[in-house]
């Protein structure tokens, strides 16, 4: 009786011990959980709707902002301690782990975000990350430019308290909207990415999420990671927009099923890049949308 109580104990602790990610008890969250904050501008500073995306983000396991509309933030020194106070505030009482910035230019990091960060002596108050919002293949600017503003931010990055690393998000591997591209293209700018990223975001936004259609792309940024003696970390983008993605989807299922989707069939898959891809979790575009499909 005593072995069979024992038993029955031990199997409760284990089931405590296990992050959840909402319908499915035995669900392991994945180590990043990230969630773009769209018009943060028009939060930052309301302490209700400050408390009310921490409050909201955090039950719906998300461990990462990435905070959108950080223009007139960041440039306006007057209200940095404002900033200061949301991040830290997100950092120790609500437990995320990151906090970044994401930006549409290298030098929005080599000078704002940089005055930012270095005015603050707590470093739990600067940003983690930064990220770059430049959809070079739909036509904004081209693949050449963006990758200048990457190296640009990698090289900044690397002169910061505590290191701030750099994201890049991707659509399609090639130049900009409409451009001819090759096979040998698409590895040329794979390449490229995986030099200066520390860690790259590919969206899979289809009403339906599968692993089909980011397979393509993940391999041909895992060949090139294995040739570079690297292995790419890598967040998978879902959308909550109504009606064109998957905010229906999530309406009845949590966040954390459609990366499972991604991640178990890419368990299961055998491609030539596989080797040199690192599933680390997901990330949701954006709050409003998000709130929206789980209010």
Same mark, same amino acid.
Not at 52 to 62: D, G, T, V
């Given at each position: 009786?005593?072995?069979?109580?024992?038993?029955?104990?031990?199997?409760?602790?284990?089931?405590?011990?296990?992050?959840?990610?909402?319908?499915?008890?035995?669900?392991?969250?994945?180590?990043?959980?990230?969630?773009?904050?769209?018009?943060?501008?028009?939060?930052?500073?309301?302490?209700? $709707? *400050?408390? #009310?995306?921490? &409050?909201?983000?955090?039950?719906?396991?998300? @461990?990462?902002?990435?905070? /959108?509309?950080? %223009?007139?933030?960041?440039?306006?020194?007057?209200?940095?301690?404002?900033?200061?106070?949301?991040?830290?505030?997100?950092?120790?009482?609500?437990?995320? $782990? *990151?906090? #970044?910035?994401? &930006?549409?230019?290298?030098?929005?990091?080599? @000078?704002?975000?940089?005055? /930012?960060?270095? %005015?603050?002596?707590?470093?739990?108050?600067?940003?983690?990350?930064?990220?770059?919002?430049?959809?070079?293949?739909?036509?904004?600017?081209?693949?050449?430019?963006?990758?200048?503003?990457?190296?640009?931010?990698?090289?900044?990055?690397?002169?910061?308290?505590?290191?701030?690393?750099?994201?890049?998000?991707?659509?399609?591997?090639?130049?900009?909207?409409?451009?001819?591209?090759?096979?040998?293209?698409?590895?040329?700018?794979?390449?490229?990415?995986?030099?200066?990223?520390?860690?790259?975001?590919?969206?899979?936004?289809?009403?339906?999420?599968?692993?089909?259609?980011?397979?393509?792309?993940?391999?041909?940024?895992?060949?090139?990671?294995?040739?570079?003696?690297?292995?790419?970390?890598?967040?998978?983008?879902?959308?909550?927009?109504?009606?064109?993605?998957?905010?229906?989807?999530?309406?009845?299922?949590?966040?954390?099923?459609?990366?499972?989707?991604?991640?178990?069939?890419?368990?299961?898959?055998?491609?030539?890049?596989?080797?040199?891809?690192?599933?680390?979790?997901?990330?949701?575009?954006?709050?409003?949308?998000?709130?929206?499909?789980?209010?």
């Amino acid at each position: 009786m005593k072995k069979y109580f024992l038993i029955i104990c031990i199997s409760c602790l284990v089931y405590a011990c296990i992050p959840t990610g909402g319908g499915n008890p035995f669900t392991r969250l994945p180590e990043y959980r990230g969630l773009y904050v769209n018009k943060f501008d028009t939060i930052l500073g309301d302490t209700a $709707k *400050e408390n #009310n995306l921490l &409050r909201w983000a955090k039950r719906e396991n998300f @461990n990462a902002l990435t905070l /959108y509309g950080l %223009s007139k933030i960041v440039s306006e020194p007057s209200i940095y301690n404002t900033l200061a106070a949301f991040i830290l505030k997100a950092k120790t009482d609500y437990g995320f $782990k *990151e906090v #970044n910035a994401t &930006r549409g230019k290298a030098s929005d990091f080599t @000078n704002y975000v940089n005055a /930012y960060n270095n %005015s603050r002596t707590n470093t739990a108050e600067r940003f983690n990350w930064a990220n770059l919002e430049r959809e070079f293949w739909n036509g904004d600017n081209t693949f050449t430019y963006s990758f200048l503003q990457l190296q640009q931010m990698k090289n900044w990055g690397l002169t910061q308290t505590p290191v701030v690393k750099t994201e890049e998000y991707i659509g399609w591997l090639r130049d900009s909207s409409g451009a001819q591209t090759t096979p040998a293209r698409r590895i040329e700018i794979a390449d490229s990415l995986v030099m200066v990223v520390d860690r790259m975001l590919i969206h899979d936004y289809q009403q339906n999420v599968s692993f089909g259609y980011v397979e393509e792309r993940l391999d041909t940024l895992g060949q090139r990671a294995i040739a570079q003696g690297k292995i790419l970390d890598v967040a998978i983008i879902f959308s909550a927009e109504t009606p064109t993605y998957s905010g229906a989807y999530f309406s009845t299922h949590p966040f954390v099923d459609a990366y499972n989707i991604i991640y178990n069939a890419n368990s299961a898959a055998t491609y030539p890049g596989k080797a040199g891809i690192r599933l680390v979790g997901y990330q949701i575009y954006n709050y409003s949308h998000a709130r929206n499909a789980r209010p």
